[in-house]
């Protein structure tokens, strides 16, 4: 009796792991930590909704095939010779993943002194890149997000990419390693901020995760 409730609990569990490879990692924070700049209720469809799709639809667009072995990094960036249905899942899984924790209820965190000089070498100051990087948001047309990346020569530039597609996908022009996102779908702002996404873009930096954002750069420059 227990071994047959042994070997059918390991069934399940394999069967959980040939159909799911990837799975998202719990929200950070509580659905309504952001409130204020993030509404609770959008946190929530977001979260358990429209990234719980991405992951969804990445498995099944890649059950049975070599991407069932691979990692997400590997996808990303061989993405041109896969279908839509597994670039843009698996961008969509990645972008969000990286998105939640590049947010944060905690208030004033701080670049590292690394990261805060490597801003103002690129951009001039942290005022410049941040209007930088919300333009990149303000003037992506449709859905998409704005991008603060580590380029191959280990240097920061703040790019656009429609849709879920990343500058880790062969796909993109200006490639790199993201180290900051903000997703400019409307999913990501309609309920509060309707079409002001200006306003969302500037409230995105209430809550901008700088001790994430400086761990993700250290380690981005570290495999350079
Ligand atoms: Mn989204």
Request: charged letters at 20%; zero cysteines.
């Amino acid at each position: 009796m227990k071994i047959l409730k042994i070997a059918a609990l390991s069934a399940v569990f394999a069967a959980q792991f040939a159909l799911a490879q990837f799975k998202q990692t719990p929200l950070p924070y509580a659905y309504n930590a952001l409130e204020g700049n993030i509404d609770a209720q959008t946190m929530e469809i977001h979260y358990s909704k429209h990234a719980a799709a991405y992951v969804a639809n990445l498995n099944k667009a890649i059950a049975g095939t070599p991407q069932e072995k691979q990692t997400l990094f590997q996808i990303l960036s061989n993405v041109s010779k896969l279908p839509a249905a597994v670039r843009n899942n698996a961008g969509g899984h990645y972008n969000h993943e990286l998105f939640w924790t590049v947010l944060t209820p905690e208030k004033n965190t701080q670049p590292s002194a690394k990261l805060a000089k490597a801003i103002n070498d690129a951009f001039g100051s942290m005022d410049a890149f941040k209007e930088k990087m919300s333009k990149a948001g303000a003037d992506r047309f449709g859905s998409g997000w704005a991008w603060l990346s580590v380029d191959k020569n280990g240097k920061l530039f703040v790019s656009s990419t429609p849709n879920q597609d990343n500058p880790l996908m062969d796909v993109v022009e200006e490639k790199g390693t993201p180290i900051f996102g903000i997703d400019v779908w409307e999913h990501a702002y309609y309920l509060k901020y309707q079409n002001k996404r200006a306003d969302y873009l500037a409230a995105i930096w209430n809550v901008t995760n700088w001790k994430e954002i400086s761990r993700r750069y250290e380690e981005a420059i570290s495999k350079k």
